[in-house]
């Protein structure tokens, strides 16, 4: 398994941004499937982006337009940047990642993910 640390998350007024940062360790970053989760209190953890190891990406309805999926092999990192953020994108935010050899292949699901990181508490006052 590869190791994830969370970074960037904050409290931000409705209409703000703001960038996560995934930070892996201990395998070849480039050969993992990487995914954004999140989870509100008294919600279940719910699919927000993915990307696969060729770039290829994903969305949830409710972020499309707004979040944007990035990853840097070089710098072992993914992002997350979101922007015109809502009261309803409040939740921890959770990095994930699955070893994977298909270069096209992008994971929506958070059993496919064998990696995950602590989270990032991300908040949108109103």
């Known amino acids: 398994q590869v190791q994830l640390v969370e970074s960037g998350g904050g409290v931000v007024q409705a209409g703000g941004s703001l960038r996560l940062s995934c930070a892996a360790s201990?395998?070849?970053?480039?050969?993992?499937?990487m995914g954004w989760f999140r989870q509100a209190p008294g919600k279940e953890r719910e699919f927000v982006a993915a990307?696969?190891?060729?770039?290829?990406?994903t969305y949830t309805d409710s972020v499309k337009g707004r979040f944007t999926i990035s990853r840097d092999n070089a710098k072992n990192t993914v992002y997350l940047q979101m922007n015109s953020l809502k009261p309803e994108d409040t939740a921890v935010y959770y990095c994930?990642?699955?070893?994977?050899?298909?270069?096209?292949?992008?994971?929506?699901?958070?059993?496919?993910?064998?990696?995950w990181g602590q989270g990032t508490q991300v908040t949108v006052s109103s």
């Open positions: 994930a990642g699955d070893y994977v050899s298909d270069m096209v292949v992008i994971y929506i699901r958070a059993a496919q993910y064998d990696s």
């Open positions: 201990g395998r070849t970053f480039s050969n993992y499937a």
């Open positions: 990307i696969s190891r060729s770039g290829g990406r």
